[in-house]
Structures are given as structure tokens and as C-alpha cells.
């Protein structure tokens, strides 16, 4: 996953887009990037690193400009530590154009062969994003004729060229020198995109990004999402534009930006992320009622952070008393393995210490948005026993995580994802809880779905092994794995698997 921003406004947006990655930086801290343009020219920086770390005073006077876009970056495809791999990329031909994009394109080593051997196009990293941008690049090409003019007609004669040839999931904004910014998504709605705009002296100045969250905190109004396979075009003149640019396919939304990636106060394809949590709760509590009423639960206690909404109200369904037992130290940073160190593991109480009174004597339920790895929820709940509980219980708020994301979330290789391959009285054991009890994936998403109706089916592949896009092969997925495995052999990080790879359990 990633945050991606897009504005255009009648001020310099410099500031604009360090606040709205700030605000998006969730979904991203392994690098950050902000490209503007000012005239003719583009400006960038981008480095590895929180957003907060890698733009200095010096270098946000330098991207001038009233259009321009940013990116904060999590890894999924590339290299997690390769510097150059940080967005917003940019190509010269035929025409200028920077691009940064959210999510993850499943032909990416195919259109890297016919970029090379067919469009002439060489890429320079392992980066899917700078296929996507190149195959952009090329598809304008093809579109203005070799006029090398661009006007509406051309640019979405692009896009939809684009839609043609890349697969997967990917939400994308753009920078067209001279012309203005670009904005489109997968024609699935996987990624998330939402549109917004603002009034200045009559001028409207517009705004694309991932979460509603950054429209409503840089005081924006949100207008809706923009659509699967739509594109939104902005010209520097402030005119707006937009047209459906794809062939009609499945509306399927990714299922975990509900579970655990989104901000809860954002409102994503309609649905608000916060209620939808709560709902996912209230699934749970109706769960726990009919089959698990013998449990004798004293108190209800979340996994900071994202399910504390969907804990509050599964306790308040059950009319148990609901307490905070963890409290999260927000300063740890990365562990390295320094030289002649012997690698260890980094211990989850670096992250979480219990408050024990809330412990002692008690038969605890805890709850969290998911199991992974399950190592994170083996440690929590040894931490739960020494702190003096009597018995401890476990309840996810998704489903069993038994297969490997595609799109955009960088879930460890089956291999070690604790469910696929036991059931769940197994993966109970497993991580040492008294009962383990999981949301069903027709819960998930009848607790999501009610909140749009006009969302008939969520990508929720990592649960029920069902890929939306159609093209995802048992080979793919081997390919898949095996680079995850390089990437975790290769990383200099302690943990595990690395921090390349998303820690679901203690991320917020």
C-alpha cells in the first residue's frame, strides 16, 4: 500500500502536499516523494524515510509551483531499500511526465518485455510503478498521432490504452508538463481514490488523493471517489474533466483497507471506515453469543490500535466492561543487525507493555483486526498471562489470513502466514490461546457491504484465495512468494521477515 496526493490550486502547494502526506502517512514510511511544477519546469524531492525526515526547510523551497503531486511509499513490488525506488517517477518523452501510484500491477515483468523490446522504453528499476509510467508515456505517444499535441481526447485515449495493458490493482496521479494533472484508477476499484475541490476567490482549485482524510484535514470538500477505470483530468487553467475510460468490470474494493489499512476516519468508496468497523464488532459479538456462550468473559480488551472500534462495540453488545490493557510506544524505531551481532528477534513489549491490574484475575477476550504471522499474537498473549490472567482469549476481526495478497498489500509468502495451512482450532494452540474465535468472511462483508449497497463484492483474495483481475496463476503466485523470500534473506532488518514486509498487528 501507499498514499498518493494530487492538487491543483491558484497558491504554492508545497505545503499542501508535505500536510496531506503528513496526514496519509499511514500507508507508507519506507520513502517519500513531492514533485511540483512552476511554469515549464517540474521540481522534486524524494528520499527514504518519514515524511517528516526527508523534506527539509531548503528543499520544500525549492518545489515551487501551484500543481504538484506526492507519494509516501510502502513496499510491494522493487526493492524495499533501493533509494531510487522512492515516487514520484519521471520521463521525458515524449512528453514530461511524473507519476506516483498506489498499489500493484500483476503483468509487470510482461510489459517490461514490450516496453524493451517492442515501445523501445527502458526501465531502470524493479519499480511497477515505472512500468506503469512508461507504458502512460507510450500510450500518449500513440494516441496524439506523432503530433506530440495533447488535448482531452488524446489523454483518455491514453488512459484507456493503458487500462488494455496493465493488470492488477493501481491508483495513479499525474503530471503532464504544460498541461496539468492526471488522476486515475484500476478499472476494479481495488486501490482507493477519492476526488476533492475548494473555492478561492470564485477559482476552484481541485484535489486527488487515497483517503477522504486528507481532502477533509487540508479543508477541502470531498465529491466523491472516482470511479473504477474512470480518469480525472485538472488543466492549469483550473477546468475539470472526467470520463469512464475502461470497459465495465466487477466494482470489488480491497476488503482490508476496511480491516486495517484506512484511517478510521475516512470514507472510502462511500463507506465509512470507522462505522464499518463498528459493525464488523457487532458481527463478532452475534458470533460470540450463539457459538462461544460458554466462555466466561470478565473483560474486553483491543490490540492498539485499529481494533479498538470493532472491541468497543463487540463489549457493549455483550454488556462486558471494555478496558485499555496495552499501552503502545509510538517512538520505537527500526532495530538493526549491527556487525558481529548475532541476529534475535525484535520483542513485541518494545512496542506493548500491559497494564497489569487490568489483567490480574480476569478471563481476558482480546481483540484484534487480524492474525498474520501469528508470532505478534503469541507474544501479546503470553504478555496477557504475566500479567496475571486467569485465562485468555482471542477474536479477530477478519477472517483467517490463508493466502497471498496481489495487490498492493505485502503479506509475507503462505509459508508463514499461520492459517493456511492449520485450522483454527490449530492456529489456537498454536499461539496459546484458550479460544481463538475468527469473524466468517460472509460477516466481513455483509458487516462492510451494508454500509453501500451499490457494492455487490469486495477483492477480499487474501481470505478466500479468489483474485478478482483473473490472470493470478499458481506460477504467479510461486514467483511471488519466492521474491518475497529473496527480499526477506536480503534485508538488513531484524524481525520477522523484515520491516519490508507489513507488520499487520502493531502498524497503525
Not at 513490488?77 to 525506488?85: K, L, W
Not at 493501481?170 to 476499484?189: H, K
Request: hydrophobic fraction near 40%.
Amino acid at each position: 500500500m501507499c498514499g498518493i496526493i494530487g492538487v491543483m490550486a491558484t497558491t504554492p502547494v508545497n505545503q499542501l502536499l508535505y500536510d496531506g502526506l503528513q496526514v496519509l502517512q499511514h500507508r507508507g514510511q519506507d520513502a517519500a516523494g513531492i514533485a511540483t511544477a512552476d511554469g515549464g519546469r517540474f521540481h522534486m524531492h524524494k528520499g527514504p524515510g518519514l515524511v517528516r525526515d526527508v523534506f527539509r526547510t531548503r528543499n520544500m523551497r525549492n518545489l515551487e509551483g501551484n500543481w504538484g503531486i506526492g507519494h509516501c511509499r510502502y513496499p510491494t513490488a522493487g526493492s524495499a531499500y533501493n533509494p531510487a525506488e522512492a515516487q514520484p517517477f519521471y520521463v521525458n518523452s515524449p512528453f514530461g511526465l511524473m507519476l506516483a501510484h498506489n498499489g500493484n500491477l500483476t503483468n509487470a515483468d510482461e510489459l517490461k518485455r514490450e516496453m524493451y523490446l517492442a515501445d523501445l522504453r527502458h526501465m531502470n528499476t524493479n519499480s511497477d510503478s515505472e512500468v506503469l509510467l512508461n507504458v502512460l508515456a507510450h500510450e500518449l505517444q500513440e494516441a496524439s498521432g506523432g503530433s506530440f499535441r495533447l488535448d482531452e481526447e488524446t489523454i483518455f485515449k491514453a488512459v484507456a490504452g493503458v487500462h488494455k495493458r496493465a493488470k492488477g490493482a493501481y491508483a495513479a496521479v499525474v503530471m503532464i508538463a504544460g498541461y496539468g494533472l492526471l488522476a486515475f484508477r484500476d478499472p476494479y476499484g481495488i486501490r482507493p481514490l477519492v476526488i476533492g475541490e475548494n473555492s478561492v476567490d470564485e477559482r476552484k482549485e481541485y484535489m486527488v488523493a487515497s483517503e477522504s482524510v486528507a481532502i477533509d484535514v487540508l479543508g477541502f470538500k470531498l465529491l466523491r471517489d472516482v470511479a473504477p477505470g474512470e480518469a480525472i483530468l485538472v488543466d492549469v487553467q483550473g477546468k475539470l474533466s472526467s470520463r469512464l475510460c475502461a470497459e465495465p468490470r466487477p466494482y470489488a474494493p480491497c476488503m482490508f483497507e476496511f480491516v486495517y489499512l484506512a484511517r478510521p476516519d475516512s470514507l472510502i468508496d462511500g463507506i465509512s471506515v470507522y462505522e464499518s468497523r463498528v459493525k464488523m464488532g457487532t458481527r463478532l459479538a452475534e458470533r460470540i453469543r450463539r457459538d462461544y456462550a460458554h466462555l466466561q468473559i470478565d473483560v474486553v480488551i483491543p490490540i492498539p490500535d485499529s481494533s479498538r472500534s470493532a472491541a468497543m462495540e463487540l463489549a457493549s453488545n455483550l454488556g462486558i466492561a471494555y478496558r485499555e490493557g496495552f499501552v503502545k510506544n509510538r517512538y520505537i524505531g527500526r532495530t538493526f543487525i549491527m556487525p558481529g551481532q548475532a541476529v534475535r528477534r525484535k520483542s513485541v513489549r518494545q512496542k506493548l507493555n500491559a497494564i497489569h491490574q487490568e489483567f490480574a484475575g480476569k478471563n481476558v477476550l482480546l481483540v484484534d483486526d487480524s492474525i498474520v504471522r501469528g508470532t505478534t499474537s503469541h507474544e501479546i498473549i503470553n504478555m496477557a498471562r504475566d500479567a496475571g490472567a486467569t485465562k485468555v482469549y482471542m477474536a479477530s476481526a477478519a477472517p483467517p489470513v490463508r493466502h497471498a495478497n496481489v495487490y498492493g498489500i505485502d503479506m509475507p509468502s503462505r509459508a508463514e502466514l499461520i492459517a493456511s495451512f492449520r485450522n483454527e482450532e490449530e492456529i489456537g494452540r498454536e499461539i496459546g490461546a484458550d479460544a481463538l474465535i475468527y469473524q466468517t468472511l460472509e460477516d466481513l462483508t455483509e458487516a462492510v457491504g451494508s454500509l453501500n449497497p451499490a457494492i455487490k463484492q469486495f477483492e477480499s483474495s487474501c481470505f478466500d484465495g479468489r483474485y478478482i483481475t483473473g490472470d493470478i496463476t499458481p506460477e504467479y503466485l510461486s514467483s511471488v512468494e519466492g521474491g518475497r523470500a529473496d527480499a526477506k534473506v536480503g534485508s538488513s532488518e531484524e524481525g520477522e521477515g523484515g520491516e519490508g514486509q507489513l507488520d499487520l498487528n502493531l502498524v497503525s
